[in-house]
């Protein structure tokens, strides 16, 4: 009968109404990357279990069925912005802030959900003001993010400034979710939050909607090719996501000339924004034009489609501190993925991805020329990361236990964290570069009720 009656308290059965979420989303939501996607899946799947999920987000952005979205009102005197840091987003922030406390004082959440860290500061307002929990959802350093966007330069004046602003943010939230655990250990590690206010809660993905190719997709993915001009005898390397020197993009194209150079038959489909123009004539002075494909911003419903023409997929991604939500895509679509180093796509791939080193175009061609000359050992990696995304990453069970949590946050019980060292494997590859990997902790609502003073399951080392 408990039981009962506290899921009415969420789905509205009865006479109760349904917890009310005010999430913050300091970007142009919805736009068709990164995190907000994120924002994205963890609305619809907070929805499907009875939840009401406003959003309030900057005034440009594209509406999507069955989500509340609240904009902001245009700036007169910038109705254009570019993605990423900006001086604008310190006045887009001040109307966002209105916007949100004006919402909250007539909607009155249960619970505030901010994303990005102007979300949090201004969560943080609220959270004083109508004595309402909050919960800040990192997608990595606020500074190493502006350092990486070259907005912020780390030996200027104004860098101690936003590294202690950026500090004093992180302490403030009730709970702290982190896209990755490596975010989680550079919270508390480098930033100096307590653990107990932080649990890694990784990116999921729909893997039902991303998923590999079927034999009757034949004829759409061929009209597809056809539709870009891609050479049915291609082999293909499929990169979705923002094109950017952080995102690798650079070193992308350089790696791509050095694959090109030894196997003709390879072919780029690179999708994603801004800067594809600027890209495209940069693949044209490499004398790889021909091989190289830039789509633009692809749709996010069409993304699926788009992934399955690939062969292989490749992450080049720089940042050391954000999450990289591509590679779930590439996972669940049963692609083997070719990355960067670092410890996100560690977390992700485990042992059954490609790692090169961090930052080496030759290194990163290497590895992708050892994915194709090797189709077998591909193929079964692909399918071990798609087994991974579906055992580990489904947006049905991680909205679950995003409900758990809140649920434990409004009633003051939240899990201790407890650090516990994971296993590490190696493992050598063309270079003789070692590679290692651990398996991924997700929380789950039983786990959680299963351990109300503390819980294990991270690798914090």
């Known amino acids: ?18 917890m009310r979420v005010l999430m913050i989303a300091p970007t142009s939501f919805f736009n068709d990357y990164g995190c907000h996607v994120r924002i994205l899946e963890e609305a619809r799947a907070l929805q499907a279990l009875g939840l009401r999920v406003r959003i309030v987000t900057y005034y440009k952005g594209r509406d999507l069925p ?37 919402t909250a004082l007539r909607w009155r ?26 919960i800040f959802d990192f997608q990595g350093s606020l500074t190493g993010e502006m350092i990486d966007h070259r907005f912020l330069n780390p030996e200027g004046p104004w860098y101690p400034f936003m590294r202690r602003l950026e500090v004093w943010i992180d302490r403030q939230p009730d709970l702290i979710l982190t896209s990755s655990i490596h975010g989680a250990r550079l919270l ?43 050479p049915l005898e291609r082999r293909v390397v499929v990169y979705l996501g923002l094109l950017a020197p952080y995102q690798g993009t650079d070193l992308l194209l350089e790696a791509a000339a050095r694959v090109i150079s030894s196997d003709p038959h390879v072919h780029f489909l690179v999708m994603g924004f801004p800067g594809e123009t600027t890209y495209a004539a940069r693949a044209q002075a490499l004398g790889i034009g021909g091989h190289v494909t830039f789509t633009g911003k692809v749709p996010y419903e069409a993304a699926p489609l788009y992934l399955r023409l690939g062969e292989i997929a490749v992450a080049p991604k720089m940042s050391a501190t954000e999450g990289s939500g591509k590679l779930l895509n590439y996972m669940a679509t049963g692609l083997p993925v070719v990355a960067f180093d670092t410890p996100v796509s560690r977390e992700f791939l485990g042992e059954a991805g490609y790692y090169a080193r961090l930052g080496d175009a030759e290194s990163l061609a290497a590895w992708i020329r050892y994915a194709l000359q090797h189709p077998e050992e591909s193929r079964e990696r692909g ?46 590859g063309p270079e003789g570069y ?28």
């Not at 009968?1 to 349904?18: F, L, N, V, W």
């Not at 959440?109 to 901010?114: E, M």
């Not at 609220?126 to 309402?132: D, K, M, P, W, Y």
């Not at 590679?435 to 819980?455: I, V, Y």
């Open 1 to 18: 009968m408990a039981d009962r009656k506290r899921s009415a308290a969420h789905t509205g059965e009865g006479q109760a109404r349904p």
């Open 66 to 102: 069955g989500l509340e979205i609240v904009r902001t009102p245009p700036l007169p005197w910038r109705s254009h912005y570019e993605v990423g840091s900006s001086r604008h987003k310190i006045a887009f922030d001040v109307y966002l802030s209105a916007t949100a406390l004006i």
């Open 109 to 134: 959440p249960h619970l505030i959900h901010a994303h990005l860290h102007e979300g949090a500061l201004i969560g943080t307002a609220l959270r004083a003001l109508l004595r309402t929990p909050l």
């Open 188 to 230: 508390i590690e480098a930033f100096g939050v307590r653990p107990e206010r932080v649990i890694p809660f990784p990116d999921a993905v729909n893997t039902e909607v991303f998923r590999p190719p079927q034999p009757e997709e034949g004829p759409a993915l061929e009209r597809l090719r056809a539709q870009w001009g891609i």
């Open 383 to 428: 399918r071990r990361l798609r087994a991974r995304a579906v055992a580990h990453y489904s947006w049905e069970a991680a909205g679950r236990t995003l409900l758990a949590l809140y649920e434990a946050l409004r009633a003051g019980k939240l899990p201790r964290w407890v650090y516990a060292p994971a296993p590490r494997r190696t493992m050598t």
């Open 434 to 461: 070692g590679r290692a990997g651990h398996e991924p902790f997700l929380p789950t609502p039983q786990s959680l009720k299963r351990h109300p003073g503390e819980h294990r399951g991270w690798d914090a080392r």
